[in-house]
């Protein structure tokens, strides 16, 4: 059996619809479900988006997530059954913000569509920010001046690829690269190029098939008041010249002697 199989058979039940019904609605006979639920045979990638389309829920979902341990009902609905995130609310109905401390950094990819990891996460309440998901994460190096090496960046999710514009910031989450923060440099119908503001850092293109996540810069929590100092890469030609410069004094040097 697998986590997969599970969900498939807990989903049909809650809908208290029939295998045969079901298999009906998927286009293929009985026998060949049976097989999906029973987990002695894997479900391709044509059945699986159907079946997260039946139930109205993210592929992301059905694979990683037990949802016997989640109210399907009161999870975000994402356009094009993109991955519904747990959201978790106080008492007065307010969102959380959820931190991702660098501690647990390095679980977020395998975590974020798990809402028990998700609920471990350190909370806190940002009133100002308004509507809209947010959630924090933490910066990495000094690729993104004035924002430093271990400051927060809190986030706004954004829904869809269409939403993302040119020059503003955004956290993103990818299969490959992980969590980066980066501006917008060009939006390519199926890729974007990320830019650091600090140019010593070259711009690189990711896939939008590798992206997970994307989160809009709405703020950053920070314990430094330094103004932002970048520094001018240095040219190869400046470089040679200052060499030349440098030859030619020893040279002047050594003649005066």
Known sequence: MSLFSDNIRTLRVKHKISQEKLAENLCITRGRYVKYEDGTSEAPYDILKKIA?????SIDLLLSVDVRKIDTEDLL???????VL????????????EVVTQKVKAGYLNGYADPEYIESLQQISLPFLGPGKHRGFPVEGDSMPPH?????IIGRYVESLGEVLDGKTY???????????KRLNKN?????????DNRFYPNYEVKASDILEIWEYECNIGRSDMKAKIEEPVSVEKMFLELKREISEVKESIKSR
């Not at 389309?53 to 829920?57: A, E, L, P, Q, S």
């Not at 956290?171 to 923060?181: A, D, H, P, R």
């Not at 390519?188 to 650091?196: H, I, Q």
């Open 171 to 181: 956290i993103f989450i990818t299969k490959n690269e992980g969590m980066v923060y």
């Open 53 to 57: 389309h039946y139930y109205h829920i």
């Open 77 to 83: 609905k994402l356009e094009n059954n993109r991955l």
């Open 148 to 152: 430093e090496n271990g400051s927060i």
């Open 86 to 97: 747990p959201i978790m609310v106080d008492r007065e109905g307010e969102n959380f913000i």
């Open 188 to 196: 390519k119908k199926n890729a974007l190029v990320l830019e650091s």
